[in-house]
T-cell receptor
Framework: NAGVTQTPKFQVLKTGQSMTLQCAQD?????MYWYRQDPGMGLRLIYY???????DKGEVPNGYNVSRLNKREFSLRLESAAPSQTSVYFC?????????????FGPGTRLTVL | GESVGLHLPTLSVQEGDNSIINCAYS??????FIWYKQESGKGPQFIID???NMDKRQGQRVTVLLNKTVKHLSLQIAATQPGDSAVYFC??????????WGAGTKLIIKP
């Protein structure tokens, strides 16, 4: 099992450009999450999907959109990138729809917006 | 707003000694807490969790203590090894799907 995979690993964008971060999990998990991590800080939840077909905003959703394509895949889209979105983005999945279960994280995507 | 904070940003420990990483939380309604380990360049990895109806939980070489009276959480790592070098995060669940994460403590192991 590959666990949680993310693509790309690195990306540089210019202000105003758009891109989609891809995430897939092969653990048959119900819930999936997108976080961002800024230098020296903990993770902040952008969006989550408690189960296939549902998505909800997290703590910092502005400037992002998500799609739960199927049970395996959960993508994050930046429609018009801004320098404030420079960060490391982590996707995670969990077996249950409840938060009090272990979350498994991908390796992250390092995004720089110039 | 509510937040999770850590007392020390960096902790240096001699190899073989025990490590104690502390965390303060501010929301008395939080009912679930997790410790994660993040090695350089990797995603966070679950270490141990504890529910608010418990005050202690043990895993392999790790123990989490919860003191609800003073809203304090600690992670104890026994016989610290070089592989324990990482940033450790505590996170709290405020009763919904959102985990609130602390800023992290960097654990450095001295040979």
């Amino acid at each position: 099992n590959a666990g949680v995979t993310q693509t790309p690993k690195f990306q540089v964008l210019k202000t105003g450009q758009s891109m989609t971060l891809q995430c897939a999990q092969d653990m048959n998990h119900n819930s999936m999450y997108w976080y961002r991590q800024d230098p020296g800080m903990g993770l902040r939840l952008i969006y989550y999907s408690a189960s296939e077909g549902t998505t909800d905003k997290g703590e910092v959703p502005n400037g992002y959109n998500v799609s739960r394509l199927n049970k395996r895949e959960f993508s994050l889209r930046l429609e018009s990138a801004a320098p404030s979105q420079t960060s490391v983005y982590f996707c995670a999945s969990g077996a249950s729809g409840r938060i009090d279960n272990e979350q498994f994280f991908g390796p992250g995507t390092r995004l720089t917006v110039l | 707003g509510e937040s999770v904070g850590l007392h020390l940003p960096t902790l240096s420990v001699q190899e073989g000694d025990n490590s104690i990483i502390n965390c303060a939380y501010s929301n008395s309604a939080s009912d679930y807490f997790i410790w994660y380990k993040q090695e350089s360049g990797k995603g966070p990895q679950f270490i141990i969790d504890i529910r608010s109806n418990m005050d202690k939980r043990q895993g392999q070489r790790v123990t989490v203590l919860l003191n609800k009276t003073v809203k304090h959480l600690s992670l104890q790592i026994a016989a610290t090894q070089p592989g324990d070098s990482a940033v450790y995060f505590c996170a709290e669940n405020m009763g919904n799907y959102q985990l609130i994460w602390g800023a992290g403590t960097k654990l450095i192991i001295k040979p």
